[in-house]
């Protein structure tokens, strides 16, 4: 069944038309076949693509095979500002990435700057950011578009080693508390934003503990005028399992074989995990993290498949190796 054509396009709606089809795919366009495909005369399209070439100047190439005459868009292969073509596509996968993550103010402000980088540079793969080849799916995602201001607040406290006043309602809780704390690293994980800081005592010179607060669970942030004199934590940049809620303990979890086994044998789950291959084609695991808790409940999700084993079992199993 033929499309049914609109004839009765303005000839702005059709200018908008052309420059999206010659700017969204590379190749080359006959005249013939665009004036079909526009429903008008090929004097339109040539007039339209004169206005176009008014615009971009030498990007709309013109030509002619065997008399039929042809157009199409070049992309910039130079640098702009220290970006091309190569980079907004990465940059593009990084935004899908980080999407659950990123308020829609952050998302919208993105694909602005993303869009308007692509036309520019009038790269065909990279003017929309609904052309990626990848699509990332969450679970259980948290719109943190209300939270946009407390993020925006906490980025420069952290910045600045500003003491902040926050308001937080732990989980199960139903009152929220007032902490004073001095804000360290803003971390995602398990598809949730956590503010990683260092309570205050009193006198605000002195370190109380370490506190790990989630982004969506904060009612309210008021950075002091006052920057923190104590001595922070440094940040070894270490990527234990979970979120660090004590000092560093290692754990050995053996893994059946079979799917369970290939499926952590595949998987970083610590920077500094190790895995032993064993001769029955399990796996023992050897993990250190921060949060035993969530170790403990992330082993039990599989059932009889994953067997905690004390330090000294694990030696044992493995010098039979």
């Known amino acids: 069944m033929a499309l049914k054509k609109n004839s009765d396009a303005t000839p702005g709606a059709k200018l908008l038309k052309l420059f999206r089809r010659l700017l969204v795919n590379g190749r080359k366009h006959y005249l013939q076949e665009l004036a079909e495909w526009l429903d008008c005369s090929p004097q339109t399209v040539l007039r339209l693509a004169a206005e176009i070439e008014r615009e971009i100047g030498t990007h709309l190439e013109t030509g002619q095979d065997r008399r039929k005459r042809w157009y199409r868009i070049r992309p910039r292969t130079v640098h702009l500002s220290g970006v091309d073509c190569e980079e907004i596509r990465y940059l593009t996968l990084c935004r899908e990435l980080a999407a659950p993550y990123l308020p829609e103010q952050v998302k919208q402000r993105i694909d602005e700057s993303i869009s308007s980088l692509s036309l520019t540079l009038l790269d065909p793969a990279v003017t929309g950011i609904n052309n990626s080849a990848y699509a990332f799916f969450s679970k259980g995602r948290i719109d ?57 005592e009193e006198d605000l010179r002195t370190i109380h503990h370490h506190i790990t607060m989630a982004i969506h669970r904060i009612r309210e942030v008021r950075q002091t005028t006052m920057c923190s004199t104590c001595e922070l934590p440094v940040d070894t940049g270490e990527n234990f399992f979970g979120l660090p809620w004590h000092e560093p303990r290692t754990f050995y979890i053996k893994f059946t074989q079979g799917k369970v086994s290939d499926y952590v044998r595949e998987r970083i789950w610590s920077n500094n995990q190790v895995i032993h291959e064993l001769s029955d084609h399990s796996v023992l695991l050897e993990i250190t993290t921060r949060s035993q808790q969530e170790l403990m409940a992330w082993a039990r999700s599989f059932g009889p498949d994953a067997e905690l084993l004390s330090q000294d079992d694990a030696q044992a199993l493995l010098s039979l190796q």
């Open 144 to 200: 943190y578009s209300p939270h946009f201001e407390q993020l925006a607040i906490l980025e420069k406290a952290i910045t600045e080693k500003r003491i902040c006043r926050v308001i937080y309602r732990a989980a199960g809780k139903e009152q929220a508390r007032e902490h004073c704390l001095v804000p360290l690293r803003l971390i995602s994980m398990n598809n949730a934003l956590y503010l990683i800081g260092v309570s205050l």
